[in-house]
């Protein structure tokens, strides 16, 4: 991959913090802008479009989290990759990272080489950026429809919105109904070697998606994973 394609916002309330991150991410060939605050980096996400948002988690007025879960109702940060870089290393803070939409969490200190090391793993197994297109597709009135193609999945004729892990854990699902995936399977698809995710992550995807498509398609095969259902 090269860098120089694609566009990283930092955001951060600290200015050295700031500085630091944007000068080793220049240095690396990444496009990079910031902003230090939660309420501007909603502003600036829209203007720039980055690839990837660097997100602090402790910020005051809106914290990483808050802004997060704003990132994810807007359509053109909907399935932006966001990445919490943030001090605190506790299990319910990463829950609440991922709950609210977040693709990763790195906690500092780290060392810019594998900081980048991390975005470029990151920004490899997102693939292509998908823009939303006009389809001529006839999307059937009952059950599920994933349109891969737009990133759009469709309940019984309406469109549900996902944020792109949702997606693609979905996607992998379905892919294969009735199969069961290991959540080591699972881990490998949607996160890879590179990423270092807690037990309970994917628990918390399966639940938000059983949320918002109900029970009926994601099975629990206890001590093994989880399949999809027709």
Wanted: aromatic share 8%; net charge negative.
């Amino acid at each position: 991959m090269n860098p120089e394609n694609y566009k990283i916002l930092v955001v951060d309330d600290e200015p050295d913090i700031v500085e630091f991150l944007t000068y080793n991410l220049k240095k690396d060939g990444f496009i990079v802008d910031s902003a230090s605050n939660g309420k501007m980096a909603i502003e600036k996400a829209i203007s720039f479009k980055p690839h990837l948002i660097l997100l602090d988690v402790m910020m005051p007025d809106m914290d990483g989290v808050e802004t997060c879960e704003e990132l994810r109702n807007l359509p053109v940060t909907k399935n932006t990759l966001i990445a919490f870089l943030t001090a605190r290393s506790e299990d319910y803070s990463q829950i609440a990272g991922f709950e609210a939409g977040g693709d990763d969490y790195i906690t500092k200190p780290i060392k810019p080489k594998v900081l980048i090391s991390r975005i470029k793993a990151l920004l490899k197994r997102s693939g292509q950026i998908v823009e939303a297109v006009e389809s001529n597709v006839e999307v059937p009135k009952e059950g599920i429809y994933i349109d891969k193609e737009r990133y759009l999945v469709y309940l019984n004729g309406n469109e549900i919105t996902l944020p792109k892990k949702e997606f693609e854990l979905l996607s992998l699902l379905q892919s294969k109904p009735h199969k069961v995936f290991t959540r080591d399977e699972i881990y490998q698809a949607i996160w890879g070697d590179d990423i270092v995710v807690g037990d309970r992550t994917i628990d918390v995807y399966i639940r938000k998606l059983r949320e918002k498509l109900g029970d009926k398609y994601i099975k629990t095969v206890k001590g093994v994973g989880y399949k999809f259902s027709l």
